[in-house]
Structures are given as C-alpha cells and as structure tokens.
C-alpha cells in the first residue's frame, strides 16, 4: 500500500510532463506545416529554340535572376531583364498585374481561365536536391509546352488560397504540390526557360509589397499567346 501512495504522485507528474510534450510536439508540428512567407531568389536561365529569336537577346530581356515575394495568397515575381520586370498576383482580386519595358507600362489580366489545353500531368518522387531539399517534381503538359515544377515538401502553401488561380494550371500543381516551387522548367516550341532556387529567405514581408504601383493602361490579353 505504502509504495501506491508514493507512485501516486509519479504517475501524475509523469502523465503531466507527458501531456504537455505532446502539446509542444503539437504546436510545433502546427508550426512547420505553416505556409512559406518569405523571399526565394532563382537564377534565370533562357535558350531559344526558334531560329528567328536569339538567346543573348532573350537573355537580356529576362535577365539572369528572379524573385519571388511569397505571402498569404498573393505573389510578386521581380526580374531583372530590360522588357520583363514585374509579375504580381494579388489572390483577392485572382488577378496579375504585369510590369513591362524600359517605359514601366502596366497591363493586366484575370486568372480564372485557361490560357490553354492541358493533355497529361505526371509526378515523380525523389527527383533530386535544390539547396539541400529534397525535392519531388510534377510536371503537366499542355498545347504550349511542357512545365515542370520541382518541390520539396519540407516547404508549404495551402492550395485553397489559390484554388481560383487557374490560369497556367497553377492551381493544379499548388493543390498537388502543395508548395512553393524550388525549380522551374518550361519546355516550349519557342524557348525553353528554367528556375534553379539559390537562395531562400523565410520572413514576414508588408502587404503593400503587393500593391499595384499605379493603374493599368491595358489588359494582357494581347501578351497570354
């Protein structure tokens, strides 16, 4: 009898430091499936594929490096080439706002269609390294091209926040991947371009980063083919 009543107490100081464990364990599981916010820097790498374009000049206009602003349902894709200079996505209003030329010219389109016709998705595990992450990829073929996004799931975007992102099937690769991007490759009869991630940054960033910066002089459908 003497040895319950001394157990007694150890067992609930037991089951207390358990309990609370498992609710840290918990809050931090919670915590690392959180979405990405936060900056990842890409290296631009572009070839043409049809005789009458030129890769240096593709080069120039696209630049070498890319940025993308991630956070809550919007994004901005910073360039640093001489015609391609800003794609902004503000989930809100499901629509891209894009920055072009030396003149700063805006134009801008909604994403709830399709640009074009998807034929076949395919998704391969343990498809290589980016920065340490190992990363699986999807790929989804269309009228346009091949695109083929490699992920790590180690990193996080809820798709619901851009389930009416349908232009260039974003939204089917976001609710299969269900994270951001580290490599990105498009296969084209025009070009090919690819994404290489070389640097992520996770940090909170200001909503205004996701502002228009002036009003749009036009939509972008002249520019979506």
Known sequence: MCSKIKFEPMKR???TIFGWLMIIAAAQAQGNKQD?????????????????LNTRNLQAMFGDTMRLYLKENNYKMA????????????????????????????????C??????AIYTSSTENAGYIMDYKCNSYAIQTDWGLTTYYYSPQLKLDPK????????????????AQAPYLKYVYSGPSFKLTLVAVDIQKQQIERT?????????STADNITK
């Open 13 to 15: 100081i037991f089951y």
């Open 79 to 110: 360039f640093t080439g001489t015609y391609a200079r800003e794609i902004l996505y503000t989930g809100d209003e499901n629509k891209h706002y894009i920055t072009l030329g030396p003149i700063d010219s805006l134009v801008w389109r909604y």
């Open 209 to 217: 980063a996701f502002h228009a910066k002036w009003s749009p002089v």
């Open 112 to 117: 709830n269609e399709h640009a074009s016709s």
């Open 161 to 176: 926040k851009y389930k009416q992102h349908i232009f260039n099937y974003f939204n089917v690769y976001v609710q299969y």
């Open 36 to 52: 990405f916010e936060g900056i990842i820097t890409y290296r631009l790498i572009i070839e043409a594929k049809n005789p009458m």
